[in-house]
């Protein structure tokens, strides 16, 4: 059976488990991370060596890497469904994920950290207004890509909603005023109605 180790209110994991959702697949989950420790110990740094989550063990086929996790998967279980088979339209979902984990989410993440993580006394303002307008402008690039598609990659769910997905799930529950994104808005409202997102995304920040 899969074994995935990671806390559920990590966003990185959060993609591991909403893939394995979307493909129908049993797997444990090890709490792990934050509060639960274990990423310290010499046996999971033996199988993660950043002591980061998720880490993944198939069959004795250890990943980490949570986009790494979700190409794994889904072109193993998946492919000509969630990983499309065709060369460019699997390139070009690719793509998106490098752009959530390099662009979206770095720029989402300190916002995140100080609003919900960091008690009032500790939070940095000036970051956030930074980041704010930073995330705003990869959301356009975000919502320009959605104009006439259902999905990222087309009118087909794929691999590269799965991490843009989680951060603009993030992104819209966090306490803060937003500009409008009517397209993003649409295909998240869209990505709501899917269980594996209900099960592992739509819950509250913590």
């Known amino acids: 059976m899969i074994k995935i180790w990671g806390r559920t209110n990590s966003i990185n994991v959060q993609k591991v488990l909403w893939t394995l959702?979307?493909?129908?697949?049993?797997f444990e989950r090890i709490d792990a991370g934050m509060r639960f420790g274990v990423v310290e110990t010499p046996g999971y740094r033996a199988m993660n060596p950043n002591g980061l989550v998720p880490t993944m063990d198939d069959g004795g086929f250890v990943l980490w890497e949570s986009n790494v996790i979700v190409r794994y998967l889904?072109?193993?279980?998946?492919?000509?469904?969630?990983?499309?088979?065709?060369?460019?339209?699997?390139f070009a979902a690719e793509r998106w994920m490098d752009w959530q984990q390099t662009s979206l989410n770095p720029a989402i993440s300190p916002v995140?950290?100080?609003?919900?993580?960091?008690?009032?006394?500790?939070?940095d303002m000036a970051a956030v207004a930074k980041h704010r307008e930073l995330a705003e402008g990869w959301l356009t690039i975000l919502d320009d890509q959605l104009a006439g598609r259902e999905y990222v990659n087309g009118n087909r769910f794929s691999i590269a909603d799965i991490?843009?997905?989680?951060?603009?799930s993030r992104w819209y529950k966090l306490p803060i005023d937003r500009?409008?994104?009517?397209?993003v808005e649409?295909?998240?409202a869209r990505l709501k109605t899917r269980p594996g997102f209900q099960a592992h995304i739509d819950q509250p920040l913590s």
């Open 21 to 26: 959702a979307e493909l129908d697949l049993r």
């Open 74 to 90: 889904a072109t193993k279980h998946g492919s000509g469904t969630l990983c499309p088979t065709d060369l460019n339209q699997r």
């Open 112 to 123: 995140f950290f100080n609003l919900i993580r960091l008690p009032p006394e500790k939070r």
């Open 163 to 168: 991490p843009a997905g989680a951060s603009a």
């Open 179 to 183: 500009q409008g994104h009517a397209n």
């Open 186 to 188: 649409r295909w998240l």
